[in-house]
């Protein structure tokens, strides 16, 4: 018998071509010694020899060794992790709100939160030539990661997380954003949804009614917001104007400022300032309230402020009813009157403590110094508990002054000034003191002096005449 051996060129297959006589007996062995000889050694196909031998494939090429190929590695990838959604309840998902909708397309993202995970390459899996030698695999290669805006690498680095509160953006060219600030281009409507955002919200057109503009941070709007609802939980809010149909609120923990306020309900932590008319709106400010410009006329509705209100006009010829009130502070008067009932309280208790301590101790005394355990223990617990009161005594007693302090320095700021005019049925309350304006008043200031409201004149030099 005679067995030639061949290889591909790559190594990977050998092939073997057997000349024999016709009745000469071939063995698997000699067949494999051959391809040994030849240095074939690794994927030896033991079946196809076998049937070669059967079938007597004489004089032609027959694959007998098959080496593996190495497999590449797979290149490394940046993958977005799929944020949670909030399951809707079935009465939810029967009443769909399609001011809701489009909101729901929006990303938004927290400081901290994962949002995209690095997959490193693939080093491949090794191959090897019938030869038995090993082949080396292609790696895989690294991902093209580009920090985007407000995005960082895990401290293992095997994450990207958000480094600031805001709505996830992943551009074209594979960087990955988050923007703090969200803007819409437009109005908000039933193709922008409500708005609820972590960060700051500028809107280039109008707020339309029935929506709602929530955010962390300041809201622009560049147009009007109509019965609608906006809200900044911690700036401010400026608009061009709020029309509000006694419907929706705006609503912020710094300031509102605006060119016109009507029909509007607003709540300010720091200031109200409108470069124009307020006319019929409920107004609530932590500071003051302002109508400034030409037409910077309060008339109608409530305005309640901290220390101030100020305006060109206050009230109408007409005399529709405008109320005012200063230094309203309900959380303040709650704060006092808690602490008031505490002191009642704590006072009364420290007097029976007082009375049972006393008992105790002369019967201690009598009894040269002893008493029983039972009574030694309620002693000494009943004079610890007198040192504990006496101290919550002391601390609301000193709380109790700074706040009635407080109000003393905002009565002494407290004014209601009307550059030009004082209108007939302007009532105004500062500090319970109460003052009705039953005729015009022109350039007036009311205030409060020595406990009483008095009435004085505006300059603009000193805001207050005599």
């Known amino acids: 018998m005679k067995a030639q051996v061949k290889v591909s060129s790559n190594g990977l297959e050998a092939y073997v071509t057997v000349s024999a006589d016709e009745n000469e007996e071939i063995t698997r062995d000699q067949i494999i010694s051959q391809l040994q000889a030849s240095g074939v050694v690794y994927g030896i196909l033991e079946e196809a020899i076998d049937d070669l031998i059967k079938k007597r494939t004489f004089n032609i090429p027959v694959l007998v060794a098959l080496g593996k190929e190495p497999i590449s590695g797979e290149d490394g990838q940046v993958v977005m992790i799929q944020q949670e959604k909030q399951d809707l309840t079935e009465q939810a998902k029967n009443r769909v709100d399609l001011r809701e909708l489009p909101s729901r397309a929006r990303q938004i993202v927290k400081a901290g939160q994962e949002i995209a995970e690095i997959i490193p390459p693939t080093p491949g899996t090794e191959g090897k030539n019938v030869f038995g030698r090993s082949l080396n695999p292609k790696p895989g290669k690294p991902p093209q990661l580009k920090l985007g805006k407000n995005v960082k690498l895990s401290e293992d680095g095997k994450k990207i997380i ?3 509160d805001g709505m996830l953006i992943a551009k074209a060219d594979g960087s990955i954003d988050v923007n703090e600030v969200l803007t819409i281009k437009g109005d908000v409507d039933y193709a922008t949804g409500n708005i609820d955002f972590p960060g700051e919200v500028q809107v280039s057109g109008d707020v339309k009614p029935g929506f709602s503009v929530k955010a962390k941070g300041n809201i622009s709007i560049s147009g009007v917001i109509e019965a609608a609802t906006v809200i900044s939980y911690e700036g401010s809010v400026s608009a061009l104007g709020i029309k509000g149909r006694e419907k929706g609120i705006v609503k912020a923990k710094e300031d509102v400022v605006a060119k016109f306020l009507e029909n509007a309900i607003v709540e300010a932590g720091q200031s109200v300032i409108v470069n124009g008319p307020i006319t019929n709106s409920q107004i609530k400010s932590g500071v003051e309230v302002k109508a400034t410009g030409n037409k910077g006329i309060i008339a109608g509705g409530m305005i309640v402020a901290g220390f ?57 005394e009598k009894n040269q110094g002893q008493l029983p355990p039972d009574k030694m223990e309620i002693y000494k617990k009943v004079g610890q508990s007198m040192i504990n009161l006496r101290n919550t005594i002391e601390m609301n007693e000193k709380q109790l002054q700074e706040l009635q302090v407080q109000i003393k320095e905002k009565l002494t700021r407290a004014k209601v000034i009307a550059r030009k005019i004082l209108h007939p049925g302007v009532e105004i309350t500062i500090f319970e003191k109460r003052f009705y304006a039953d005729r015009t008043l022109e350039k007036a200031v009311v205030l409060v002096e020595n406990q009483e409201i008095r009435l004085g004149g505006y300059s603009s030099d000193s805001q207050v005449g005599t």
């Open 162 to 164: 958000a480094a600031v």
């Open 308 to 364: 101030a209100v100020e305006a060109e006009e206050i009230g109408s010829p007409l005399g529709i009813r405008t109320t005012i009130e200063i230094g309203f502070d309900p959380q303040t008067r709650e704060e006092i009157k808690v602490i008031k009932a505490k002191l009642e309280l704590d006072k009364e208790n420290l007097t029976k403590l007082v009375n049972i301590y006393r008992t105790l101790k002369a019967l201690m």
